[in-house]
């Protein structure tokens, strides 16, 4: 993974135990969002709110386009 990398943004939507695990392998700032203080980022800052499901929904498109190109890949 590189800088900028959201993991475990599913539980969020789901509200699910987040299933994602990662190890760093550099000294690393990571941040944690709980449901609870991103509903209160929707109540006080819906636009902010709206950026954070904007990248949250690129970066799953992406992943699921890489995904299905190697499924593709393995197929052939």
Same mark, same amino acid.
């Given at each position: ?5 959201? @993991?475990?943004?599913?539980? @969020? ?29 929707? +109540? ?9 499901? +904007?990248?949250?929904? +690129? ?18």
């Amino acid at each position: 993974m590189r800088g900028g990398t959201v @993991l475990g943004e599913m539980g @969020l939507y789901t509200r699910q135990p987040r299933s994602a695990a990662a190890a760093a392998e550099e000294p690393t700032c990571l941040y944690k969002l709980t449901f609870e203080a991103f509903n209160e980022i929707e +109540k006080d800052d819906p636009a902010l709110a709206a950026e954070f499901h +904007k990248f949250v929904v +690129k970066s799953l498109s992406e992943r699921l386009a890489r995904a299905n190109t190697e499924v593709s890949a393995l197929m052939s």
